[in-house]
């Protein structure tokens, strides 16, 4: 690129940046909190019976997670999330609506939750569809701050699947990670 056009771009750049209020031209003191799919509680598996891929009635697993925020001066942090997730129907499941149960937490960076809601996940199984891509935005997060000084990565938004302490187990066994691949 020669060196002109590489000035004129950068010049057109620049002026498509500046805004005309003030809020505009602040940006956010530190990024925002880190996102975090609990380990534990990423995936799911559901029986119907014994605990074999010919007992499975359905799975999930969230897939992807991204956190988005703003704040300004001392004002609380607004964040929102998209996630997606995908679910399955095994051969004990059943076509029609299924809802899923999950989870978004605030907490302090490595120390307690300070707030915590449940959400529903509604999906359809029909038309032989064995797998469903489910995405959702979880918006107004709000999340106070001591002071202006007080940045996003001083706190994590933690989601996950609502589960049964026999899911729960299932999970920390790694016994999901050893079904051989169905085909």
């Given amino acids: 690129m020669n060196k002109a056009l590489a000035v004129a771009l950068f010049a057109a750049l620049a002026a498509a940046g500046c805004g005309s209020t003030k809020e505009a031209k602040q940006t956010n003191p530190a990024p925002c909190p880190n996102i975090v799919v609990l380990t ?3 995936r799911f598996i559901k029986f119907d ?3 074999t891929i010919e007992d499975i009635a ?3 697993e969230i ?3 991204v956190v988005a925020c703003r ?3 001392d004002d609380p942090i607004e964040a929102e999330i998209d996630l997606t997730m995908a ?6 499941g059943e076509n029609g609506q299924k809802t899923f149960n999950y989870f978004v937490a605030v907490a302090r960076r490595d120390l307690e939750v300070i707030a915590k809601e449940e959400f529903l996940a509604t999906v359809e199984f029909r038309d032989g569809r064995r797998v469903v891509v489910f995405e959702d935005e979880v918006d107004r997060i709000t999340i106070p701050r001591a002071g202006e000084n007080t940045s996003g990565i001083n706190f994590e938004i933690i989601v996950g699947f609502s589960l049964s302490t026999d899911e729960a187990i ?5 016994k ?3 079904f051989p691949k169905i085909q």
């Fill in 176 to 178: 999901s990670l050893k």
């Fill in 49 to 51: 019976g014994e605990q």
């Fill in 58 to 60: 359905y799975s999930g």
């Fill in 87 to 92: 679910f399955g129907k095994g051969p004990k």
């Fill in 63 to 65: 897939t992807n997670a």
């Fill in 170 to 174: 299932f999970n920390r066994s790694g």
């Fill in 71 to 73: 704040y300004i001066g």
């Fill in 40 to 42: 534990d509680a990423a």
